[in-house]
Structure formats: structure tokens, C-alpha cells
């Protein structure tokens, strides 16, 4: 353990030390900086959908878990379930370019794990 006199010497020459200043950003180097542009395709539209889709149903599948609700619960997933299943075919056969691998491999998994209600 450190000696109490040097950690209050140390502790005193820190506070005697003149604080770090900011420098303010330079106003023409701000105006030149663009704001980063999102470029929204319908893939990406796409993709968001389905990704929050598959959220959903695995929020109501953890909410399940606790089993006070159930039932409604129940109703709720299967609801989540045709919700992202309806995506997922508008996805493979609709007229989009590629999705990233990750993703469809992401989905194909998900999908094969869910146990359709019916």
C-alpha cells in the first residue's frame, strides 16, 4: 500500500496543476464538415423492417417467460410471427438487389427457429 504522505503530496501537486483548456473548433473547419447522409434504399427499408420484426417477437417470447400474461402473449406472438413471415416472403420475392450474407443467413436461422403457431 502507498505511503499516506505521498499520496498527499501527490494528491496536492495535481491540484496545483493548471487545468486542460479547450481549444474552440475553428468556425471554417465546422462549415466545411457536411453532415453524414443516410442513403435510405428500399433494402435498407427493408432490412430495418425485418430486423425490427424480429425483435418484436423475441421481446414477447422473453416477456412469456415470466408466464402472468400468457395468453395474450400468445396472441401477440403469433401475430409478431405472421408479421415477420409476411416480410421475409416480400423479401425473397419481391424485386430488391442483394441483402448483405450476414443478414440473410440472420434471418434464414431465425426463421428456422420459430415454432409456427398456427
Do not use: C, H
Request: no cysteine; charged share 40%.
Amino acid at each position: 500500500m502507498p505511503d499516506p504522505e505521498y499520496m498527499k503530496e501527490r494528491l496536492r501537486r495535481l491540484k496545483e496543476r493548471p487545468g486542460w483548456a479547450f481549444k474552440p473548433l475553428d468556425k471554417e473547419f465546422l462549415n466545411k464538415m457536411e453532415p453524414s447522409k443516410v442513403i435510405k434504399t428500399p433494402e435498407t427499408e427493408m432490412q430495418n423492417k425485418i430486423e425490427k420484426a424480429m425483435k418484436k417477437v423475441e421481446d414477447i417470447r422473453n416477456k412469456m417467460k415470466d408466464a402472468s400474461n400468457y395468453l395474450s402473449l400468445y396472441y401477440d406472438l403469433k401475430k409478431a410471427q405472421d408479421e415477420f413471415l409476411q416480410l421475409v416472403d416480400e423479401m425473397e420475392n419481391g424485386n430488391f438487389l442483394d441483402f448483405p450474407d450476414s443478414f440473410v443467413k440472420r434471418v434464414n436461422n431465425f426463421k428456422s427457429g420459430l415454432r409456427i403457431i398456427r
